[in-house]
């Protein structure tokens, strides 16, 4: 048994490290995503999945790497209010958006450009 927990805690930091990595790339490639989409639904979109993935990733990485149990639980209910509010307020972002009227971009991009395609 302390084999087990030995090795577990030699591969604790490299899983938690790695975890972080990933949260952070899935992090830039929301950002790229808000910055590419065409119009505000599709970059509320790429924006509210990527962040709460990433934001996911990463406090799961952190706890992996965190000292003590204190740590966890404090991480813990962190994500607990991000996965509660970041979907709510998107949520509440896009009604808003429909409510005043804002319209998603129906087709092909070149087709409402008047460009070539």
Not at 41 to 50: E, F, G, I, N
Not at 81 to 88: D, H, S, V, Y
Request: hydrophobic share 55%.
């Amino acid at each position: 048994m302390t084999e087990l927990l030995e090795l577990w805690n030699a591969f604790r930091p490299m899983l938690g490290s790695a975890l972080l990595l990933v949260g952070a790339v899935l992090a830039v490639i929301g950002t790229v995503g808000v910055l590419r989409f065409p119009d505000f639904y599709t970059r509320l979109h790429a924006a509210s999945v990527t962040d709460t993935a990433a934001a996911t990733l990463a406090i799961v990485g952190m706890a992996l790497l965190a000292p003590s149990l204190a740590v966890v639980v404090k991480l813990a209910v962190v994500w607990l209010f991000l996965f509660l509010t970041g979907p709510t307020s998107s949520h509440a972002l896009a009604n808003a958006a429909h409510t005043a009227g804002l319209q998603p971009m129906i087709g092909r991009l070149d087709e409402r450009d008047g460009g070539e395609g």
